[in-house]
């Protein structure tokens, strides 16, 4: 049954798609008991989630446990831009970001075993960094002005940091312990937008043509119009790394009082990334037939391999939790990711000799810090084994400048309510989740090119459920 | 190629719908035939494409605007007067189209002596001057150039093709006033255009400029009726100097018939040595003739009104304003133009107007884009350009107080 288990675990793991549910492309969702309950669960840390949520918490668990989450989400991403070029067909609800199918499956896999009363072990595979965000309404050859207006500044971005993480958890005494893993983390990063934005780097190459297309008008006014000559581009980056990371936990429970306290830290983790970055180009434009040669520009543009960087932040977790009433446990978290590590993405190109791809491009995203509160209550019953309800408030890490297609985000609200029952010795663990992003109205005369100023309009439904097998002693 | 290389490595990675409607003058892009050209004295010429109405208003929209400028004395024929057999370069060109180096693209795509129908089908084609044809040759000079000459491959697009390769992000159409212009100077309404393939062409056009999400901007068809090119018999007297009645006595003529220029010139030339005879063929247009010809000149309207409305152009009733010149003409500072032969509105043609004529045309332009779209562009300084306007210069010979007695 075990193996079934984790083989069905690995065989859903391996097959998902993520998509940012929490601050910019954080996951926090990433256990369906802790999720019901608001996602406040680093003092409880009581199951194999633990692993992500607090690894000291393992070391309170007896015998064997394996997990498997999952999570479905359907993120309802709509953008409504406030000044696209002239022409442009806007649909009229807005640009979908939404990507297809609706449905993105999120699983992650735990197991713990204690060894001895004082030292226990785990394993998880979790995600705890992800997006998935597709604003690609259109195929290249589709009329320019029906196109997602955005697309200049990104149209799809894809990101998987997968944490493969073995922990070990120590019991300093009766009433606390500390945790340690140390993680492989895999990622996964893609991106894709067109390029040649004739109101932005086009005109560049407008500017540098004008004295020969259009020779002694002003330069200026002449690249504007030279710019509406050229092919559309697209370009795909796409790149993989393997990197180290850690997390560490401390778990406090005072018998007393019923009341337990959990610290975690999740450390940041720079990502060196080696892939590809290709380029294709529509077969418009009027200035193709008097280039040199027909693929003049896709010259330029050579499909090369690239590197890039970049960081994902750390996490601070501070929890505190109570069981001292009513059958039931009340708890709250707050969370501080560094997301000002995420800043830029250098991408360095490796042809750049008579070509148009730099040695280095920068792109910038200037992410601020972000924190969350998760608030929650777990009701013990007797048919069922328990009831929860939830709320978190998430404020967004990325500035105005940033918000567009590949980080449509806001702060937002998120009230939660899930259930737990047992089946011999499975539980079986369901939740929900509505998750409400703050309508955001973006104005930033630096992205007026690239049209994505405008109203980000969002909404996700999660769901999702766990089973958990407990072999061993002191089954719970 | 290496410089933009460069430049572009600064750049490059950066980064039940509703249409918008407002106004892009980036690319600014005419489809038209002579009018919109900068037709004007016969020909078209640099000094009067400079002053054309299109060009006139991408000043005041501060855009650019590359025209197929034509050296001095010009290419074309007008109808109603002898064409002449291409004669390119002639005396006084050296490049012929200006400047030189020559623009890769222009946006002024108007060719003299362009039918509808032309504008969808007639491309360019080698050789470069045919002296035989010299719609053809105009074509290839404005259309053509410099893609025949840069060897083979190069694109030879007709207007159309041209509008849509330049991607306009608003283009004006002027087209459909040769169609009538040249059946009302011969005077025979058989050779008006159909106006079902006259729709099923404009259609085509319309159709096209709004696939590319430009702003459309068309204007009706002015009645060639309204021109200077046809004067009543009352009219004459100003520049014959002899009365209607008297006019209708020697050349045996109705009331209501409208003398051409060439049939003035003839009359004129006769009076002053004092000799009638029978006038030429294309002298006279009678009533009923100019009757079928503006009637026609109102059904192709309608289409063109209705056609604007289906594919989303806005509308500018050129006809009207013609019609307004011709019965009352326009008060410019201290200067009354009128629609008059010599009147100052028109050219020495009759039919194109002078620069002055053409400032009016692109205010009235300006004035619905800012209506339309809450644009402020300023208007054309009228006097100024009256101030150099040959058209308004020339006036009829003033018969000097007893030279005549002698």
């Known amino acids: ?476 | 190629m290496r410089k933009a290389c460069c430049l572009l490595l600064l750049s490059v990675l950066g980064g039940g719908a509703s249409q918008q409607k407002k106004l892009d003058v980036t690319t600014f892009v005419v489809l038209g035939e002579g009018l919109a050209a900068g037709m004007a004295d016969f020909s078209l010429r640099d000094v009067y494409q400079d002053k054309s109405f299109p060009a006139q208003m991408a000043r005041q929209m501060k855009t650019i605007f590359p025209q197929p400028l034509i050296q001095s004395p010009g290419i074309g024929n007008v109808p109603g007067f002898p064409s002449l057999p291409v004669r390119v370069p002639t005396t006084l060109q050296t490049t012929v189209r200006t400047p030189f180096p020559p623009y890769l693209f222009v946006f002024n795509l108007s060719v003299p002596g362009f039918r509808v129908a032309d504008s969808i089908n007639r491309r360019p084609s080698p050789p470069l001057v045919q002296d035989r044809d010299a719609v053809q040759t105009s074509t290839n000079l404005i259309l053509g150039f410099p893609a025949l000459i840069l060897g083979k491959g190069k694109p030879l697009w007709t207007q159309l093709e041209y509008a849509r390769q330049m991607n306009p992000t608003i283009a004006l159409v002027e087209l459909g006033y040769y169609d009538v212009l040249e059946p009302a100077v011969k005077g025979d309404p058989s050779l008006l255009p159909d106006v079902a393939a006259f729709r099923t062409n404009y259609s085509t056009i319309l159709a096209t400029l709004k696939g590319l999400f430009a702003q459309v901007l068309v204007t009706t068809i002015p009645d060639p009726m309204d021109t200077a090119y046809f004067t009543s018999l009352s009219g004459a007297t100003r520049l014959v100097g002899a009365p209607a009645d008297v006019l209708a006595g020697l050349y045996k003529l109705h009331p209501s018939d409208r003398l051409t220029v060439n049939g003035l010139a003839t009359i004129g030339s006769q009076l002053q040595v004092n000799e009638t005879g029978t006038l030429p063929a294309g002298s006279v247009v009678s009533a009923a003739t100019a009757d079928q010809i503006s009637k026609r000149v109102d059904a192709l309207n309608s289409e063109i009104t209705s056609l604007a409305q289906q594919n989303g152009a806005i509308v500018y009733d050129l006809r009207t304003f013609f019609r307004l010149m011709k019965a009352s003409g326009i008060q410019v500072g201290s200067k009354t133009l009128t629609a008059d032969y010599l009147g100052g509105f028109y050219s020495l043609d009759g039919f194109y107007p002078g620069n002055t004529g053409h400032a009016l045309i692109a205010n009235e332009l300006l004035n619905l884009l800012n209506q339309t779209y809450k644009e402020s562009f300023s208007l054309v300084d009228v006097n100024a350009v009256l101030n150099t306007d040959p058209a308004v210069r020339f006036t009829p010979a003033v018969k000097r107080p007893g030279k005549g007695s002698k």
């Not at chain 1, 735990?110 to 690609?136: I, R």
């Not at chain 1, 790149?239 to 406090?252: A, C, E, M």
Request: aromatic share 12%; hydrophobic share 40%.
């Open chain 1, 1 to 476: 049954m075990a193996n079934r288990c984790q083989l069905i675990g690995l065989a859903v793991w391996l097959s998902t798609a993520q998509v940012a549910l929490s601050s910019a492309f954080a996951i926090n969702e990433l256990g369906a008991r802790a999720q019901g309950m608001g996602g406040a669960f680093t003092s409880i840390a009581d199951d194999a989630s633990a692993i992500f949520f607090n690894p000291a918490g393992i070391a309170f668990q007896k015998g064997l446990q394996l997990e498997m989450d999952e999570l479905t989400v359907i993120g309802l991403f709509r953008f409504f831009p406030s000044d696209p070029p002239a022409g442009t067909a806007v649909p009229a609800n807005g640009y979908s970001g939404s990507v297809k199918p609706h449905f993105i499956p999120v699983a992650n896999m735990y197991m713990t075993k204690d060894l001895n009363p004082k030292w226990s072990v785990g394993f998880g595979a979790f995600t705890p960094f992800g997006l998935s965000a597709n604003f690609t309404n259109f195929k290249d050859a589709d009329p320019t002005n029906t196109k997602f207006v955005g697309r200049f500044a990104g149209t799809r971005a894809r990101l998987e940091s997968i944490w493969i993480q073995p922990t070990a958890s120590y019991r300093l005494s009766e009433n606390s312990s500390l945790g340690l893993g140390v993680a492989v983390v895999h990622t996964h990063l893609l991106l894709e937008q067109s390029i040649l934005n004739p109101y932005d780097e086009g005109r560049t190459f407008g500017l540098a043509l004008a004295p020969l297309v259009f020779p002694g008008l002003d330069p200026d006014l002449a690249a504007h119009s030279i710019a509406r000559f050229l092919p559309e581009g697209r370009s795909r980056v796409a790149g993989t790394s393997n990197s180290p990371g850690f997390s560490v936990g401390y778990l406090y429970k005072h018998s007393a009082s019923k009341t337990n306290v959990g610290l975690m830290f999740r450390s940041a983790v720079t990502h060196h990334l080696k892939g590809r970055a290709s380029f294709a180009f529509t077969d418009t434009g009027a200035i193709k037939p008097f280039l040199p040669s027909p693929d003049t520009i896709s010259k330029l543009f050579p499909n090369q391999e690239i590197r890039g960087t970049f960081t994902t932040p750390a996490n601070y977790v501070v929890g505190v939790s109570n069981s001292a009433f009513w059958n039931s446990t009340i708890a709250f978290d707050f969370q501080i990711q560094d997301f000002d590590r995420f800043s830029s993405i250098p991408l360095n190109f490796s042809q750049t000799q008579d070509t148009a791809t730099p040695a280095e491009r920068r792109l910038f995203f200037n992410f601020g810090n972000s924190y969350q509160l998760h608030a929650g209550i777990e009701k013990r019953l007797k048919k069922i084994r328990a009831v929860r309800a939830g709320y978190i408030f998430d404020h967004t890490p990325v500035p105005d400048r940033s918000v567009g297609p590949l980080f449509p985000d806001s702060s937002r609200h998120s009230f939660t309510v899930g259930a737990s029952q047992r089946l011999g010795n499975a539980e079986i663990t369901l939740f929900y989740q509505a998750m409400k992003m703050l309508d955001r109205k973006t104005n930033v005369p630096t992205n007026d090119n690239q049209f994505t100023n405008g109203e980000y309009r969002n909404f996700a439904h999660l769901a999702g459920f766990s089973m958990r097998l407990h072999f061993g002693r002191d089954v719970k």
